[in-house]
């Protein structure tokens, strides 16, 4: 079964970086897109950005501007390099694959179990 794992969450003050990897444990065959996700303290869990096959890539208004989602897909890894980060950030950042893991099977998405991301004001 295919394992998404992220990093680079951690504990920063507001207007600071930080870098979001995410790797899969095995060989995906063919990924038709890669996103994050989050979920903050009482709240629901939002898309944040994706990126698509071909490079295509898409934000939620709030963090237009200040997140950078990019992949490697030699090595199918995704980043989310998050800059000027606000308080309103703080959340629970999910990784999102959506992907062949054979050449004969559907796609179907796979879930990371999340990094934390704390901004303090």
């Known amino acids: 079964q295919v394992r998404l794992v992220e990093s680079g969450g951690g504990l920063v003050h507001t207007g600071g970086s930080l870098r979001l990897s995410c790797v899969a444990s095995?060989?995906?065959?063919?990924?038709?897109?890669m996103g994050w996700y989050r979920q903050a303290p009482g709240k629901e869990r939002e898309l944040v950005a994706t990126?698509?096959?071909?490079?295509?890539?898409s934000y939620v208004d709030s963090v237009q501007g200040r997140f950078t989602i990019s992949r490697d897909n030699a090595k199918n890894v995704v980043y989310l390099q998050m800059d000027s980060l606000k308080p309103e950030d703080t959340a629970v950042y999910y990784c999102?694959?959506?992907?062949?893991?054979?050449?004969?099977?559907?796609?179907?998405?796979?879930w990371g179990e999340g990094t934390l991301v704390t901004i303090s004001s």
């Open positions: 095995e060989r995906i065959y063919s990924i038709n897109s």
């Open positions: 990126i698509a096959s071909g490079g295509s890539t």
């Open positions: 999102n694959l959506n992907g062949r893991r054979f050449s004969f099977l559907s796609a179907v998405d796979y």
